[in-house]
């Protein structure tokens, strides 16, 4: 591996999702899927050419040809580059033919390929288109031209090529089945071929079932859409059978209409199934459950492209709903698992643990006291709650105001006699001051000598001294 390559690796890593990075190692290239489709679908072109005649071959060529010539005008218009390996436009107009009556007119069927490439292109292209255009284009033909699409030439008739068919047409066996609630009388080797008025491609039961197995084998057709999608409905067929044999019912339904042909063909298309195996799974049941529904209780043919397009509407986001709802899942079977016999085990742990148990030679250790508390008279003083009314509350605060001037004045008079004692001393003491200088001796006139007396011990001294 070079070194722009691992830096592309390195680059893009954070942006790539586990499902995603699986889904891709185990799906193979589109290209490669599309061959193959178009291998089997090449089987169900001759046989319709072998019991339809040669109609059945020029619709198909005029379908794909239609398809390719619109892509690369469509890819001219949008500035594109055309592709013309890509299989897939060939693949979508086989398809658009073979679930066509051979019966049916040129036109229509040009119309049905256009639509289908200009569906395509709309969406973006080849990678990014939601919904399948085969669906919405026969869809749309059913809806328009219902008497052309869903009567279909009498078995072993074979229409003209120009002009006029020349056949008588009939209903298909899925109109028996919705209006009548019974089946027309064909042998079991004529259903199994596909013998029987409807689609080109889509009656023959042993070839498309063929095909399917095929498919799988070689990984171009997802076995859980198919599979789901299939059991699923057989499953609800079995509960709400059309007449009163299970086994004929499933095999009639399967070979009418467009139910197995669009569950091998149509319903797993690589662009429009969801990633994950868990997206697969509850893509293929939506699938088969609403298909059953809308069939019996619709009483519409061609009900399944209706379902598909459905299917492929909820499909973006299948996979985020699987994962948000794993991972519900497991965070509940966790809580549930930490949960279940907690208290048991705290219970357990409870009784099991060693208790000291208080004997006459252990010591009892006492909390210090706080000696500073206030005793404790036993007095129980009941607060009322009850809130006073107005006139208590009123009493009240003027029983306060009047306590509070009461301070006020106090103060006040207390502060005044201190401010009138501070004065009376200022005064004297400045008083003092002024008074003190004028306090001088005065001189005698009369000058006199005072004797002051002397101490024994100086009187002794005297003497001695004399």
């Not at 491609?201 to 599979?227: D, E, K, N, W, Y």
């Not at 095999?251 to 429009?272: H, I, K, N, R």
């Not at 939506?286 to 009900?303: A, D, P, Q, T, W």
């Not at 549930?336 to 705290?346: A, F, T, V």
Request: net charge positive; aromatic share 8%.
């Amino acid at each position: 591996m070079s070194d722009n390559t691992n830096e592309l690796l390195d680059k893009f890593d954070s942006d790539v999702k586990t499902y995603e990075t699986t889904a891709v190692r185990r799906q193979r290239k589109s290209k490669s899927i599309y061959g193959d489709q178009l291998i089997c679908l090449t089987a169900l072109l001759g046989m319709s050419v072998w019991q339809n005649g040669y109609r059945s071959l020029i619709i198909s060529i005029g379908s794909v040809l239609i398809c390719v010539l619109a892509d690369m005008v469509f890819c001219r218009m949008t500035h594109k580059t055309y592709n013309p390996r890509d299989l897939s436009t060939i693949a979508s107009g086989l398809c658009i033919a073979l679930m066509m009556p051979a019966s049916v007119h040129y036109g229509i069927v040009a119309g049905g390929a256009l639509l289908a490439i200009a569906v395509k292109h709309i969406f973006g292209g080849k990678d990014n288109y939601i919904f399948n255009p085969t669906c919405v284009a026969v869809a749309f033909l059913i809806i328009c031209y219902p008497n052309d699409m869903l009567l279909y030439p009498a078995v072993g008739s074979k229409p003209a090529l120009w002009g006029d068919v020349g056949v008588p047409l009939v209903s298909g066996v899925e109109s028996y089945l919705l209006k009548l609630g019974t089946a027309p009388d064909v042998s079991l080797e004529n259903l199994m071929l596909g013998n029987v008025a409807g689609p080109m491609g889509s009656t023959q039961f042993l070839i498309i079932a063929v095909c399917g197995v095929c498919l799988m084998m070689r990984r171009s057709l997802s076995p859980l859409v198919t599979l789901c999608g299939l059991g699923s409905y057989c499953a609800l067929t079995a509960l709400f059978p059309v007449f009163s044999s299970i086994g004929d019912t499933m095999l009639m339904e399967l070979s009418g209409g467009y139910l197995l042909f669009g569950l091998v063909f149509l319903a797993a298309d690589p662009q429009t199934v969801p990633k994950t195996a868990k997206g697969k799974i509850l893509y293929g049941l939506i699938i088969g459950v609403v298909g059953c529904l809308f069939r019996h209780f619709g009483k519409v043919e061609g009900s399944f492209l209706f379902v598909v397009l459905i299917a492929n509407a909820l499909s973006l986001h299948l996979d985020e709903m699987c994962e948000a709802a794993a991972s519900a899942v497991k965070r509940s079977f966790a809580y549930m698992k930490g949960s279940m016999g907690k208290y048991e085990k705290l219970r357990s742990e409870a009784e099991n643990e060693s208790r000291p148990k208080l004997t006459d030679t252990m010591e009892i250790i006492v909390p210090p006291t706080n000696y500073n508390m206030p005793p404790i008279d036993n007095k129980v003083i009941k607060i009322n709650r009850k809130k006073p009314n107005i006139i208590t509350r009123y009493a009240d605060n003027m029983r306060i105001k009047r306590r509070r001037d009461e301070l006020v004045r106090k103060k006040q008079i207390r502060d005044g006699e201190n401010n009138y004692m501070n004065a009376m001393r200022m005064m004297i003491g400045r008083h003092r001051k002024e008074a003190a200088p004028k306090t001088e001796e005065k001189k005698s006139l009369i000058p006199h000598i005072i004797k002051q007396p002397q101490k024994k011990s100086q009187q002794k001294n005297n003497k001695q001294g004399q």
